[in-house]
């Protein structure tokens, strides 16, 4: 093939850089232009808008049930704090509630979230804090029944301080746990987003007291530079009995 003008061979020098590069415009700090930048480089955020998702994060989700198996057709799930709602867009296809997959049960997704959510094909969406009282049995009367998935994404606002917004994301995963045991069905899995920081020991005893089996996972689409990870937790057992766990891929 003959090279382009200017090429010099293998070594990379005339080569165009195709890195999408983002100017400091003014007003706009050296921080936001970075985070601009990786977007705009981002494999999955390319994906994401080409494949119709709401954002990267749905990559998430796709990679833990593609090595789990939580989202069968005929599931009912909850997610919880599900703008923009990847998530609840790929649940929507994976346990068929569209009814699209002929032969195969059809799943229900309800997703729930603090600010209004543009309507998704195929999931319920409610504007509902699900820490309110009496949040747990409206949504289960929503579903008709209790649920075999809870799953978050949910993320505090960023303080700028590491320790205090790990504590605040373990908080809030608690209180996803306490409602996921509210509404679970027997044999359900719990999935969430922590952010390793050493203060998950709680969370993990609880997990592990009400679940057969806990690992913690980072899937391929989390940034490597990030230090969320993903806890998925499966056979829920009501009776809270101890069953046996694994540390999972990046604990």
């Not at 939580?70 to 909850?78: D, I, K, T, Y």
């Not at 600010?115 to 195929?122: C, F, H, K, P, Y």
């Not at 969370?203 to 009400?210: E, V």
Request: aromatic share 6%.
């Amino acid at each position: 093939m003959a090279k382009a003008p200017g090429d010099k061979g293998t070594s990379g020098r005339g080569q165009r850089d195709l890195r999408v590069r983002v100017k400091t415009a003014r007003g706009r700090k050296l921080s936001s232009t970075l985070w601009l930048e990786r977007q705009l480089n981002d494999p999955y955020v390319q994906r994401a808008k080409k494949e119709g998702f709401r954002g990267r994060a749905a990559y998430k989700i796709l990679e833990l049930d593609d090595k789990y198996r939580f989202l069968v057709p005929g599931a009912r799930v909850v997610d919880l704090g599900c703008a923009p709602g990847g998530w609840c867009q790929v649940a929507v296809a994976r346990v068929n509630a569209l009814g699209t997959k002929s032969g195969k049960k059809v799943g229900t997704v309800l997703g729930v979230d603090l600010q209004a959510v543009d309507a998704i094909a195929g999931a319920q969406i409610h504007q509902l804090d699900f820490l309110d009282d009496g949040a747990d049995q409206q949504v289960k009367d929503w579903l008709g029944g209790p649920a075999d998935v809870v799953m978050s994404d949910m993320a505090a606002a960023s303080s700028g301080h590491q320790g205090t917004d790990h504590l605040r994301i373990i908080a809030l995963c608690e209180a996803a746990a306490e409602f996921a045991f509210d509404v679970l069905e027997e044999g359900g899995t719990f999935v969430a987003k922590v952010l390793a920081g050493g203060a998950e020991a709680e969370l993990q005893t609880k997990l592990k007291k009400n679940f057969a089996k806990v690992v913690n996972v980072k899937p391929p689409a989390s940034r490597a530079d990030s230090s969320e990870k993903f806890v998925v937790a499966t056979g829920f057992r009501r009776s809270g009995a101890t069953g046996p766990s694994e540390p999972g891929i990046g604990a």
